[in-house]
């Protein structure tokens, strides 16, 4: 018997989420961002559901082979551009679209011998300060692009600090439409944020000056994984999002709790009544993180409860308080959808753990098996 543990991906959630997209910028392409194997999912997981997608986003090259190998014949694009001068071969094999960032990258361009053209997307620092040009630079880099024969289209690019909090995008949306007045090509700049928070209708176009600047391409990663990206303001279910795993495994054991009686590592959770507890096969080395405290909700057979006493390595233990009828071999759901349609929203737990719900995703664990359902 392997342990009751199972990570399940529902690929039906991911056409729910990129149809969401597709609602709120209707008029943009769609870059599927499947970075970080698919923010934990898996590429070869998530490809089929969201194969209608015009694009695919991603950083690492042996992850744009890996999906150029599941068959795709379109749009492939690097976020953070080559990080070496022979990553080129590899985006002329594959034809790989690629983000220009720094001088460097056009150093390396201009080096690279080719007879077929690249298309770049030059990304403008807007004020996040991590990849970019300055403003004031960008049109220096983009008349050197231009200049190369390597190069063949020149889209522009940015990234927002600031599309899920209270600064918005505004202010950077007009840098960005300063700095790049009159260059010809695409634009692409909206992440999930921006996409869901920032999307003006056409016909208030006139009132917002910065919607201008329209986005061609739009560059959603967490929302076709069904996590809110401006929790708590908003959560999933205010955004209509699916979520697109569900981590659950099993009850393995429980016990009988009287008064005063402590679980787990450092008797950090005493009950103050008897009570039951189950204990769950799922610990911090399944990705379950260690500093979710007494009080984190979990589901017991598909029925609102919470975790009491610390997590430890292969299990955590929950409350069956709301649930007696549960025992050994019920199912806990720690995130995502139970057997009885409820789900747990993973940007509950992650709010518990201190961090969003991509980072609970990524950090599902390798010895997790995943199954992809029906
Ligand atoms: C990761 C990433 C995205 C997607 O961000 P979400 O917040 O997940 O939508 C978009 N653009 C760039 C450049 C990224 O690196």
Not at 6 to 31: G, Q
Not at 327 to 350: H, M
């Amino acid at each position: 018997m392997p342990r009751p543990i199972l990570a399940t991906i529902h690929p039906a959630a991911f056409r729910h989420n990129l149809e969401r997209v597709r609602r709120a910028a209707p008029d943009a392409r769609v870059w599927a961002v499947v970075k970080a194997n698919a923010y934990g999912h898996g590429i070869e997981r998530v490809f089929d559901g969201m194969r209608s997608a015009d694009g695919f986003a991603l950083l690492d090259l042996a992850e744009a082979q890996r999906v150029r190998d599941l068959g795709w014949r379109g749009p492939i694009l690097l976020l953070e551009g080559v990080f070496e001068q022979r990553d080129l071969e590899l985006c002329s094999r594959l034809d790989l679209w690629h983000t220009v960032h720094c001088n460097e990258q056009i150093d390396m361009l201009a080096t690279h011998k080719t007879n077929v053209p690249q298309r770049v997307f030059l990304k403008m620092n807007v004020g996040m300060n991590r990849l970019g040009f300055m403003p004031e630079r960008y049109r220096a880099a983009w008349t050197r692009l231009n200049a190369l024969p390597q190069v063949d289209e020149i889209s522009l690019m940015c990234h927002f600090s600031d599309a899920d909090g209270p600064r918005g995008v505004a202010q950077q949306m007009a840098v960005f439409a300063a700095a790049s007045r009159d260059l010809p090509g695409e634009r692409s700049l909206s992440n999930s944020a921006a996409i869901l928070r920032h999307t003006v209708d056409p016909a208030q176009a006139a009132l917002h000056p910065e919607a201008l600047v329209v986005s061609d391409w739009v560059r959603p990663g967490i929302v076709l994984y069904g996590s809110a990206p401006d929790y708590p303001e908003h959560s999933a279910a205010d955004w209509a999002l699916q979520p697109t795993m569900t981590l659950a495994a099993k009850i393995i054991a429980t016990q009988a709790l009287d008064t005063r009686a402590s679980v787990g590592y450092g008797s950090s959770f005493v009950a103050d009544k008897p009570m039951r507890i189950g204990v769950v096969a799922c610990g911090y080395a399944d990705g379950y993180p260690r500093i979710c405290p007494t009080g984190t909700p979990v589901l017991v057979d598909g029925v609102p409860t919470r975790t009491v006493g610390r997590v430890s390595m292969d299990m955590i233990t929950v409350d069956l308080t709301p649930v007696p009828q549960a025992g050994v071999g019920s199912t806990a759901t720690l995130w995502g959808r139970a057997a009885n349609g409820t789900v747990l929203p993973i940007d509950d737990v992650a709010v518990c753990a201190q961090t969003v719900g991509y980072e609970l995703m990524c950090g599902l664990a390798l010895r997790v098996p995943v199954e992809v359902a029906a």
